[in-house]
T-cell receptor, first 113, second 113 residues
Framework: DAGVTQSPTHLIKTRGQHVTLRCSPI?????VSWYQQVLGQGPQFIFQ???????GRGNFPDRFSARQFPNYSSELNVNALLLGDSALYLC????????????FGSGTQLSVL | KQEVTQIPAALSVPEGENLVLNCSFT??????LQWFRQDPGKGLTSLLL???SQREQTSGRLNASLDKSSGRSTLYIAASQPGDSATYLC????????????WGLGTSLAVNP
């Protein structure tokens, strides 16, 4: 069985650009969450989607948005990139919306220059 | 506001030692607590999930306990091996509507041959 897959694995952008990160959950999982992890820090919650609806949002500016598709895959979009957006972006999936074990992808390493 | 603290921040031990990693949280209103492992530049691997009604979970050489009333969890690693070297993160699932994970900063473990 395939695990959580994220693409791309690495990305280099310049300030002001836009980026789209993609995530495919484990088959049968309906919940997808996005986290930002800055080097040396724990992950910070960005969004959670369950059955294509937003179930939670962290303390991130409106430049960050996400959506979940009918096949439960998800995209995270970041507009007007800042240097401080450089981080590892992690996607996690689970069967339900919060009580079960989370399975993480390997992440997308975003560098903003 | 839920806060998660992990002690120690870093740990270096010789191979074969039994060791304990500590996690504390400020608000006992949680759904569950999870322990994760993260290798450098990689995503997270869920090790153990303890529901709020449970006291402990075991997987191989790993044992995690939960004392919700005192806001503490420990991860016990028996007979440590060099392959156990990684960062270990503790996260609680907030019992509010968000159900987001609140993370500690992790314990960086080095097991020396």
């Amino acid at each position: 069985d395939a695990g959580v897959t994220q693409s791309p694995t690495h990305l280099i952008k310049t300030r002001g650009q836009h980026v789209t990160l993609r995530c495919s959950p484990i088959s049968g999982h309906k919940s997808v969450s996005w986290y930002q992890q800055v080097l040396g820090q724990g992950p910070q919650f960005i969004f959670q989607y369950y059955e294509k609806e937003e179930r939670g949002r962290g303390n991130f500016p409106d430049r960050f948005s996400a959506r979940q598709f009918p096949n439960y895959s998800s995209e995270l979009n970041v507009n007007a990139l800042l240097l401080g957006d450089s981080a590892l972006y992690l996607c996690a999936s689970s069967r339900d919306s919060g009580k079960e074990k989370l399975f993480f992808g390997s992440g997308t390493q975003l560098s903003v220059l | 506001k839920q806060e998660v603290t992990q002690i120690p921040a870093a740990l270096s031990v010789p191979e074969g030692e039994n060791l304990v990693l500590n996690c504390s949280f400020t608000d006992s209103a949680i759904y569950n607590l999870q322990w994760f492992r993260q290798d450098p530049g990689k995503g997270l691997t869920s090790l153990l999930l303890i529901q709020s009604s449970q006291r402990e979970q075991t997987s191989g050489r790993l044992n995690a306990s939960l004392d919700k009333s005192s806001g503490r969890s420990t991860l016990y690693i028996a007979a440590s091996q060099p392959g156990d070297s990684a960062t270990y993160l503790c996260a609680v699932t907030d019992a509010g509507n968000n159900r987001k994970l609140i993370w500690g900063l992790g314990t960086s473990l080095a097991v020396n041959p």
